[in-house]
């Protein structure tokens, strides 16, 4: 979004240290004419945070007639506006009236329709957009992990057209972009009906259509760098290995382990092993010795004990991940786990766990 109001125009109101909680606050909702809040929803206390920024919204405009027109965009729009809303829109209108848009992540490419309505483009001809650009080839999810949200706040696992995705990077070569992002919830999926993928399993050799857009796209001479972001490890077959070798697929990967220990991962329905995940990365990394491996983990997951945690650990150690992004289990309204599965790490043991297994991803010592 900030790359397209740049092309549109607009110049960013630079504010080091910004916070919602701060006079930093108060100075960008005074002097800046469009104001988009980025929201997120995979945490219950970034989705409180939103409706919290009411109260500051309304004190500090009082102060002044125009105020800036303000979009919220991002996933707790984007729940409320899918097919499987936890909060309707009007309910979140009802919470957020200082909104005067709303945008899901799967809308952005409409900020400069919204602003022309509004009468708020300064220039209608978008500038170059530089060197590196993000392209959504799928949204939503249907994996539907029992502790996360994204199902719900994206909806379904919607695949975009091969056409149009080769001719978006084919105009974005045009204006001088040589890096590009693949970007959706699990790329691997691309273009495979909720039959096939389910299909799949860990280590298998089926063809993928994304390994072939892959494949496709390393074509165009004008691309010299592909990332790809986010792959799952359960549908990641040796076909998309395979493309890992080739030279302008970028040096990392993501792919989220989120733990080490099996029961643990059927409960949170992961569809992989641990043992499943170990060997993936063995392939991976003999397809692609230098390449860097980074994953996500949560720990504290419902009924984890403290042995189950130790396998995430044990897993950790042997993996050795590049980049980790570790986060405390926190109960998401509406999901499985939330329904099903009582919260019942405390919140020091989780706290605990979590100091524990980053010093562990950071190689330091710690006593065991
Ligand atoms: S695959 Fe990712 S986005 Fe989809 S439900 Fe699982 S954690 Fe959420």
Redesign the pocket.
Known sequence: MAGILDALGYEELVVPNFRTDTEEYKYVLLNSDVFIINSCS?RQKSEDKVYGLGKPIKEILTERNKKPFIILAGCVTGSAKSERPRVTLKELQGKTEWADAYLSPSEIFRLPEVLSKKNLLKQTLPKTEGKIAYINISYG?????T?????YS?GK?VSRSEKDILAEINALVGKDVEEITLCG??VNSWGLSQAEKFKIRVGSKQKLPFADLLRKIHKISGIKKINFI?S?PFDFTEDLIDVLKLPKIANYIHI?V?SGNNEILKA???RHTAEEFISLVKKIRKARPEIEIGT?IIVGFPNETKKQFMDTVKLVKKVKFNVAFLAMYSPRKGTVAQKNLKDNVTREEKKRRLAYITKIVKGAKVNE
């Not at 999810?141 to 992990?145: E, G, K, L, P």
């Not at 502790?147 to 199902?151: G, W």
């Open positions: 995979v999810c249907d994996n539907f992990c502790y996360c949200v994204v199902p994206r696992e919830q699990n986010s799952n989220a989120q949170m329905n992961r996500d």
